[in-house]
């Protein structure tokens, strides 16, 4: 093979690579509270399930309220029998809209993100 057509090859090999663990990133499967859902009594805790385990160190839950004021949240824990799931306490929520802003990395190195809005009544 001439050298051009190993680097055309090459190039080949890694594009495809890059493409198929594209498809491996993060998406979330679920959520509780759930997108677009209204409570009449306020979720005590968000739970987000993912298609793949996460990177507890680059996993983090942020939620912000009514007002675009941040809710304080204790800590966001990927769960260890199974990390999958995020999990965050929620403080005593009063009425309004909120917005659960989710981020996270897969074992090979993808990043993802995204949120959830949910309404308290
Ligand atoms: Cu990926």
Known sequence: MS???????TTFALASAVTSSAFAHAKLQS????????Y????????????????????KIKVTGPQNNDIPV??????????TVMTAPLPALST???HIQW????????K????VTFKVK
Request: charged letters at 25%.
């Open 3 to 9: 050298l051009k057509r190993i680097l055309a090859v």
């Open 31 to 38: 959520s509780n509270p759930e997108a677009g859902s209204t």
């Open 40 to 59: 009449d009594t306020a979720p005590k805790q968000v739970r987000l399930k993912f298609n793949e385990a996460l990177e507890p160190a680059f996993s």
């Open 74 to 83: 204790a800590a966001t824990i990927v769960d260890k029998a199974d990390p």
């Open 96 to 98: 309004g809209e909120y």
């Open 103 to 110: 981020s996270t990395m897969t074992h090979d190195g993808h």
């Open 112 to 115: 993802a993100k995204g949120d």
